[in-house]
């Protein structure tokens, strides 16, 4: 039992000293449960900011992309905020600094009703629907798509 015992010691001596010289390794991208995860505390905290009990936020698409091509992704979250009468669509860009994600920036205009989410080739697209002239605030019938670029820490619209 005693020469397990040594052996296994001297085998997690020679890891630690082999893993000492060997390149440190960036921290993993996270899995989708992660990103979804760390997209809810992202709206949570805008939910405790936004001081007004009668407005909800809520996460929505999350995606998991490098977007600036550095080797790191960023988790993209498409969020709504749900007030009485009203509703807001918002996308954020949290980007990873130490070990941990942070808001890094989001869009600031009006989006319209963002029915889907998706990212390519470093492009956010948003498939959204506007009012037309007869539509009830309820109901947009007019189709749009919007695209943005990740640069400089703000999303960019794409023409």
Same mark, same amino acid.
């Given at each position: 039992m005693d020469i397990?015992?040594?052996?296994?010691?001297?085998?997690?001596?020679?890891?630690?000293?082999? *893993?000492?010289?060997? #390149?440190?390794? @960036?921290?993993?991208? #996270?899995?989708? $449960?992660?990103?979804?995860?760390?997209?809810?505390?992202y709206v949570a905290g805008k939910q405790s900011a936004g001081g007004n009990p009668q407005e909800t936020y809520e996460a929505?698409?999350?995606?998991?992309?490098?977007?600036?091509?550095? $080797? +790191?992704?960023?988790?993209?979250? @498409?969020w709504t905020l749900y007030g009485?009468?009203?509703?807001?669509? *918002?996308?954020?860009?949290?980007? +990873?600094? *130490?070990?941990?994600?942070? #808001?890094a920036g989001e869009t600031h205009e009006p989006l319209g009703s963002v029915e889907a989410m998706t990212v390519r080739d470093r492009v956010v697209e948003l498939k959204t629907k506007w009012p037309g002239p007869n539509d009830p605030h309820c109901c947009p019938t007019i189709e749009k798509t919007l695209r943005y670029r990740w640069t400089a820490g703000k999303l960019t619209p794409v023409k």
């Open positions: 397990m015992i040594l052996r296994l010691s001297v085998l997690l001596a020679s890891a630690c000293i082999a *893993g000492a010289s060997a #390149p440190v390794a @960036l921290a993993a991208s #996270p899995d989708a $449960g992660q990103a979804r995860r760390i997209a809810e505390q929505g698409d999350v995606v998991i992309t490098d977007l600036d091509n550095d $080797g +790191q992704d960023e988790i993209v979250v @498409l009485p009468t009203y509703w807001h669509h *918002g996308v954020a860009v949290l980007a +990873q600094q *130490g070990t941990r994600y942070v #808001p």
